[in-house]
């Protein structure tokens, strides 16, 4: 007898696999920083509507978990602060509506697609599959990518006409081929993303992705993949996110065994033993990896520094609601960028630093309690921990577009989080 068929995947499940497949040709005209809304949108009103018109019946959505209306509440938060500082700071009705446009292209998207992969039919296993086609395409384009700047390729081929539609910059509509480094003259490469430190970040991502592709070539194609993207593009942060990351989610993953416990033991009184030249180690590690680019650390210590001082001083609740270009001394870049906690004070002050604060911790103790029984516990933990080690390097706001595929996988999470606790209650009424 047959095996029955397969259930064809959801209308949303074939989407998102187009949309993550298409990455390298959307990417080719410029189009990815408008992909990540426009789908968010999307899948967001399909959510909308079956919530509408299957209501009261099997095929309706499931209930928005809790951690997903966690994100939700916080992102509202968000805009609220925004709100209230350009109501404080006087700045123009043009002015807040067009922050409020870029709220919805940035923080919004950390709600919405955890609701799309928590409350509609997307399978983790389809992004996954998607992210290792497109980790190929980007590890067959690499000797291409590698070779242009030797053999005297422009580093931008053009920027898109679809910059026409509003970002944060250029670099968001432009196809390049590599960037040249102001600090040593040597070039680094950013693939798909705007710049260097961001392709960084997305190769950790798809690092973690690849790590949980049960298809062992396609595994493989995956990490070599994300490891040549993380290496080519320069990143001391991104070199730290893939020596730690996964093994830090792997082991919190495993604090339910007692074996773990065992075999940590040794190790663990040896780190004690010799904690001094260990951590006088890490010391000189940490000053040769900061020493490797100098004037990138001063820029980055000096914005926070500026981000600091005048969040204190000037507008510490609500923050002044834009960003503000720096001095010639900071190489003109905008107070409170590349570090999302110091942009977050800046912009948002406490109320909007406080609201992601939460959020990330209620993620972060969910996602370390699935890990013990769920493999997708363990893949959403291990992205939360890059989100948070990438906030003092990157402004996640902006980079959203690009971190769509990890917030799926974070929905999914969620999901699984409160069938677990659906269970619980159940088995508890029962007994």
Not at 95 to 110: P, Y
Not at 128 to 148: E, G, H, W, Y
Not at 375 to 385: Q, S, V, Y
Request: glycine share 10%; aromatic share 10%; net charge positive.
């Amino acid at each position: 007898m047959a095996a029955p068929a397969a259930d064809p995947p959801a209308l949303e499940d074939r989407v998102v696999a187009a949309a993550l497949v298409g990455t390298w040709p959307i990417y080719a005209i410029g189009g990815l920083y408008v992909l990540g809304p426009v789908l968010g949108v999307l899948l967001t009103a399909l959510f909308c509507l079956r919530a509408y018109v299957r209501a009261g019946t099997p095929g309706a959505p499931p209930p928005i978990p809790f951690g997903v209306w966690v994100w939700i509440a916080a992102m509202v938060v968000m805009l609220l602060a925004l709100l209230m500082g350009h109501w404080t700071q006087g700045l123009s009705t043009g002015q807040t509506l067009k922050s409020t446009i870029g709220w919805a292209k940035g923080w919004a998207l950390f709600a919405l697609f955890p609701l799309a992969g928590a409350c509609l039919n997307i399978k983790a296993e389809t992004v996954i599959k998607a992210a290792s086609v497109t980790a190929l395409i980007s590890l067959l384009l690499t000797p291409l990518l590698f070779m242009a700047p030797k053999i005297g390729l422009p580093p931008t081929l053009f920027v898109s006409p679809l910059k026409a539609v509003g970002g944060p910059g250029p670099e968001f509509f432009a196809v390049q081929l590599y960037s040249m480094d102001p600090g040593d003259g040597l070039p680094r490469w950013r693939y798909f993303t705007p710049w260097s430190p961001a392709a960084a970040m997305i190769g950790n991502l798809y690092l973690i992705l690849a790590i949980e592709d049960k298809r062992k070539l396609w595994r493989w194609i995956g990490i070599v993949s994300a490891l040549a993207i993380i290496v080519l593009s320069k990143s001391r942060l991104g070199l730290v996110a893939a020596v730690i990351i996964w093994p830090s989610a792997w082991a919190v993953s495993r604090l339910g065994r007692p074996g773990l416990w065992l075999s940590g033991a040794v190790p663990t009184f040896m780190l004690l033993l010799f904690s001094g030249p260990i951590l006088n180690f890490l010391d000189k590690l940490y000053m040769d990896i900061r020493g490797l680019r100098a004037d990138s650390s001063r820029v980055r210590e000096a914005l926070g520094r500026l981000a600091l001082d005048r969040w204190r001083d000037e507008a510490p609740v609500w923050g002044h609601g834009i960003v503000e270009s720096g001095s010639h001394y900071v190489q003109f870049m905008p107070i409170g960028s590349h570090h999302t906690w110091f942009g977050l004070l800046f912009v948002k002050g406490a109320v909007g630093a406080g609201a992601l604060g939460i959020a990330l911790v209620w993620s972060l103790i969910e996602f370390a309690a699935l890990s013990l029984t769920r493999r997708i516990g363990r893949a959403a933990l291990a992205i939360l921990l890059l989100m948070i080690l990438f906030t003092i390097g990157e402004n996640l706001e902006i980079l959203a577009y690009l971190l769509w595929p990890g917030l799926l996988i974070l929905g999914s999470a969620m999901a699984a989080c409160a069938r677990g606790r659906e269970q619980v209650l159940k088995d508890g009424a029962i007994s």
